[in-house]
């Protein structure tokens, strides 16, 4: 893969998968500006852009700050909203971003690798340790326990693997553009991961891969990779992305993706009023 490649397939990113491309399950979108504000199921704010320059100019500290404070009062002014999401990309020319969403209450979290290409070069043949089966589920029970496992395995609390749950199955019961494939040995859930194609694009996201650590490095999350990239193709997709982790990004390098960006989200979570923090019993104290 040449630097021009790499670069093609960032242009490739940025002008289709940036802004509407992705927010198209939420309940509400709002532009601010350059930005998206979407607001989903249980809570959940989401803003995205591909430039945060505006129509006075290329962005600066100052203008950056300003959109970050107009973006978050926008949220403020919504109290079912709880928690919301700032995400970014390396590559943007972003002055005084992180300084500006620090200073407003974010918390930036793992920083991960963008990660795009072929999806042919990930639709091969990949043996499977014995036992183990590979499959698209639809039954709601069946993605409950991938879910499951998946919360499991990324150490999500209760609070937001019920909100995850709620949210994914509204969208498997109210839209078709979500396919959701683990992989199986004797019924219990080994590893999993969904596919995204993205209306009017060429590409598909695949999403939420996690293995179980017992099961890690005999080739499964591989031929769960394969079998959705063979999925996205007959979708008429030509490209892949994801969002990959440290554990996921070697296996796609390894197959051909390239890492054309990184991305790191910044979360800002609603604060409990100290009306409500003082109402707990106070036998509560003691325990």
């Known amino acids: ?74 949220y403020r002014r919504d109290p079912g909203v709880l928690t919301v999401e700032w995400k ?15 200073a407003a209450g974010f918390e930036p979290e793992e920083c991960e690798s963008v990660m795009v290409g072929d999806a042919a070069l990930l639709a091969v043949d990949v043996d499977l340790p014995e036992g183990v089966v590979v499959r698209r ?12 496992m998946q919360a499991e395995v990324f150490g999500d609390s209760p609070g937001d693997a019920a909100a995850h749950e709620e949210e994914v199955l509204h969208r498997l019961r109210t839209r078709d553009d979500m396919e959701m494939w683990v992989a199986e040995c004797d019924g219990e859930v080994v590893s999993a991961g969904r596919l995204e194609p993205v209306a009017g694009t060429e590409f598909a996201g695949v999403w939420g891969g996690a ?30 992305h994801s969002d ?12 051909g993706l390239v890492r054309v960006t990184t991305t790191t989200p910044y ?21």
Do not use: C, N
């Not at 591909?50 to 500290?61: E, F, H, S, W, Y």
């Not at 990959?244 to 197959?255: A, D």
């Not at 609603?270 to 019993?281: E, G, K, L, Q, S």
């Open 211 to 240: 293995t179980r650590p017992e099961w890690r490095g005999r080739g499964i999350y591989r031929a769960l990779t394969a079998a959705r990239a063979r999925s996205a193709i007959g979708h008429g997709k030509r490209f892949l």
């Open 1 to 74: 893969m040449t630097d021009t490649d790499s670069a093609a397939l960032l242009a490739a990113y940025d002008a289709q998968l940036r802004r509407d491309a992705e927010v198209p399950s939420a309940l509400s979108v709002t532009e601010l500006g350059p930005l998206v504000l979407a607001t989903y199921l249980g809570g959940r704010g989401f803003i995205t852009y591909r430039t945060l320059d505006t129509d006075a100019g290329p962005a600066t500290k100052e203008s950056v700050r300003e959109l970050v404070t107009a973006a978050l009062e926008h």
């Open 137 to 148: 589920v639809t039954d709601e029970e069946d993605v409950r326990r991938m879910l499951a």
């Open 267 to 287: 979360e800002w979570t609603r604060p409990i009023p100290v009306d409500r923090m003082t109402r707990a019993h106070p036998a509560d104290a003691a325990r």
């Open 88 to 102: 970014t990309r390396g590559h943007d020319h972003a002055p005084g971003l992180h300084e500006a969403l620090v």
């Open 244 to 255: 990959s982790t440290e554990f996921s990004r070697p296996i796609l390098e390894r197959s």
